[in-house]
Nanobody, 119 residues
Framework: QVQLVESGGGLVQPGGSLRLSCAAS????????MTWYRQAPGKQRELVAR???????TYVDSVKGRFTISRDNTKNTGYLQLNSLKPEDTAVYYC?????????????WGQGTQVTVSS
């Protein structure tokens, strides 16, 4: 069984920074992509950033230049650096992994971590 555990959320003032982590554990052969999503109250879940196994990154336009996604393949861990945070970044942030293990190619979600941007 694979588990994704997110950490690093919290309350921060506008303009502040946070670093989210997503640690994958269990039976893992290859992580093809790690993706961060977020869901604000009353809104649909949206893709924030994705990083593939070769390091290719994509971002939603609203976070370009402020957020940075990265990964450490040796630790099966992904990161999302959030800078210049705005109140509209407030949401629950979820980690998603597209990976292969002894069950084949699978998708897993983390439990989510709350990010609140407020003065």
């Amino acid at each position: 069984q694979v588990q994704l555990v997110e950490s690093g959320g919290g309350l921060v003032q506008p303009g502040g920074s946070l670093r989210l982590s997503c640690a994958a554990s269990g039976s893992i052969f290859t992580i093809y992509a790690m993706t961060w999503y977020r869901q604000a109250p009353g809104k649909q879940r949206e893709l924030v950033a994705r990083i593939t196994s070769d390091g290719t990154t994509t971002y939603v336009d609203s976070v370009k230049g402020r957020f940075t996604i990265s990964r450490d393949n040796t630790k099966n861990t992904g990161y999302l650096q959030l800078n210049s945070l705005k109140p509209e970044d407030t949401a629950v942030y979820y980690c998603h992994a597209d990976l292969s293990n002894n069950r084949g190619r699978m998708n897993y979600w983390g439990q989510g971590t709350q990010v609140t941007v407020s003065s």
